[in-house]
């Protein structure tokens, strides 16, 4: 049942938990404060082309039409539940799920949800001044999309606190709205977030490949032992496929910009056309996917392990049929080159449920590669000979067996003052950013489309390009 028209949207009967909706009705407009203050920044009065989340129908779940973000009906939506759903892996698997927090795990679940929810308001955060700078209406609105459903995803994680871990959950909600990406004293919990995304190609390529991250972590939740947490997850599934989208088709038409521009100059010089050459798109794509890869926690985390054990997070499609045959794993390893005191790679076994991290990973990265090869097919199309890639997952780590040690884009070990002498090759550098600022110009007439990038195949939800999905308030 979906209350649409109360304060809170919701399919929780929310109407019926008197506490809890009077505790999250408490919470709602420091939320809006916090969005006001730190949400998109000088377009809060205008009318933005938006879907709203309005049930968890296959079809028909979204609603299109004009809204002010502010009044945006964040809701709490949950797939409802399967009826005699049972534990699908781990040490418990087979044993009806929980609809309550158990005892033992919950340091572990509150860990994982309080983790999960402070990434939503953080890129929210991150991409606040990019609406200044938008290449056209139509990316404009997509940016106000991805982050108004941010901003519902930390609602559901915020409900989850509030409804299952009393006290210390409500603390929890409270501190989502206090800590703030990149800050000194309260930053955001994960590394990734805490990273300026300063120009629309850091925005595409933190929805290719850091909202990607968010796919996968979502989906190991999504067959998670503690059912609400399994049920929300998979609802904010449905929203992450436009992020990704964004991303993907984002870096895709700056390629295909790029391409263009490449063709038509004598030299192949894409920068003398105004566009974006190749090699900053690279070095672009080497630091978020690295920075991405870090999102996936240690290759060899007992974390992980207790994780999978207890249920909670599984591997990418864990109950897909057909797709795993052991879904306890007692037994098995994976192999992986470290650096140790043996040399800067080394061969070691991780005790399978311990590489649980690498092993959503491993989907990720085959995820990556897919796009890799779209945007390759239009530089091929374009008779262009340059390909991008994917740098090895040794390159630039922060976190894990790599972190601390120098690896070339193609996993090479590297000397520190190799590393020194030749980064500015493989991520970009204070003139790069310097260049693709120059170009972040706003377009904000109906139809046109920056310079730099390629206009998308088609508008959204069947609107023509020249639709004005945003209009100013004048
Ligand atoms: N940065 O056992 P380890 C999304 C810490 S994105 C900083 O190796 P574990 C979204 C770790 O906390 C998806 N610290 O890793 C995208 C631990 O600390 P302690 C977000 C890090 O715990 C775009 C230590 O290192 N969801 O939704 O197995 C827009 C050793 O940890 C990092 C989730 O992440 C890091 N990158 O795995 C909007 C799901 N990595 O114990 C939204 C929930 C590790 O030594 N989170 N550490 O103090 C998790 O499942 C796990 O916490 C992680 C880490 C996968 C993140
Ligand atoms: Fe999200
Ligand atoms: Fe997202």
Known sequence: MIALQEKIPNNVNLAENRR???ALEEWQPRFLQWWMEMGPEGFQKDDIYLRTAISVE????????YVKMPDYRWGIFLVPPTPDRVIGFGDFMGQLIWNEVPGEFRKELRRIIVTQGDTEPA???QQRLLGHTAPSLYDLRNLFQVNVEEGRHLWAMVYLL???F??????????MLIRRSGHADTPRILSAFNKPVKDWLAFFCFTMFTDRDGKYQLAALAESSFDPLARTTQFMLTEEAHHMF????????????????MRQDPNEDARAQGGIPLDIIQKYINE???????????????NAANYFAAGLKGRFREGAPGLYFDHVILEGAYRIEVPDESGPLHPTEIPLRRAMNLVLQDAYVADCERALGRWNKTLETAGLGARLTLPSQRFNRQIGVYAGHRFSPSGVPLTEEQWQARHGEFLPTEDDYAYVESLMAPVY???????????????????????EYVRFER
């Open 162 to 164: 509030h409804q299952y």
């Open 288 to 302: 978020w996917y690295s920075a991405s890869l870090d999102l996936f926690g240690g290759e060899d985390s007992s």
């Open 445 to 467: 007439e109906r139809g046109r489309f920056a310079n730099w990038i390629a206009p998308p195949a088609r508008g959204i939800n069947g609107k023509p390009l020249d639709f």
């Open 246 to 261: 964004v991303g993907e088709t984002g870096i895709g038409r700056v390629v295909e910009r790029t391409a263009e521009l």
């Open 20 to 22: 809890l909706q009077r």
């Open 58 to 65: 296959k079809d028909g779940w979204a609603h299109f039409d």
């Open 123 to 125: 890129s929210v955060e």
């Open 166 to 175: 009393g006290r210390d959950g409500r603390e929890e909600a409270e501190d």
